[in-house]
């Protein structure tokens, strides 16, 4: 877990900042800036008109009897998606738009649901169920 924790937060921000700067060299730093802040307010935007998306189709399932774990799925991965896009970076702006764009989210839902079915089957991962 520990490496992991360093990838995360320790060289995903030095490779984004290094691919800022070079950007920054081929473009200009003013249009970085501005490619930037476009992809914090289209993102920010996007986040919030894909979560009251999903919100509706929880409520929409919970109003039908239906429990609505694909759709909690989804609402996670909007808002790390929407924490991505807010995130100034490359490579976070495209990881956020990925899931914030409800066609290429299944694909990534799918790939995760596999990942997580294995890991449960294996012991890696083990679910404890807490109360009654």
Do not use: C, H
Not at 31 to 59: E, P
Not at 85 to 92: A, N
Not at 114 to 127: A, D, I, N, T
């Amino acid at each position: 877990m520990l490496p992991t924790l360093i990838i995360i937060f320790v060289l995903t921000p030095i490779i984004e900042l290094f691919l800022l700067i070079e950007l920054g060299k081929m473009i200009g730093t003013w249009n970085v800036i501005f490619i930037v802040v476009v992809t914090g307010v289209v993102g920010a935007m996007l986040a919030k008109s894909q979560g009251l998306s999903v919100l509706r189709d929880i409520q929409a399932d919970l109003m039908n009897g239906i429990l609505p774990a694909d759709r909690l799925f989804d609402g996670a991965l909007v808002l790390v998606g929407g924490v991505l896009l807010i995130t100034p970076g490359i490579i976070t702006d495209l990881l956020g738009f990925t899931l914030l764009i409800p066609l290429t989210r299944a694909g990534v839902k799918k790939v995760l649901k596999k990942w997580s079915k294995r890991k449960l089957r294996s012991g890696e991962v083990q679910m404890y169920r807490y109360g009654w």
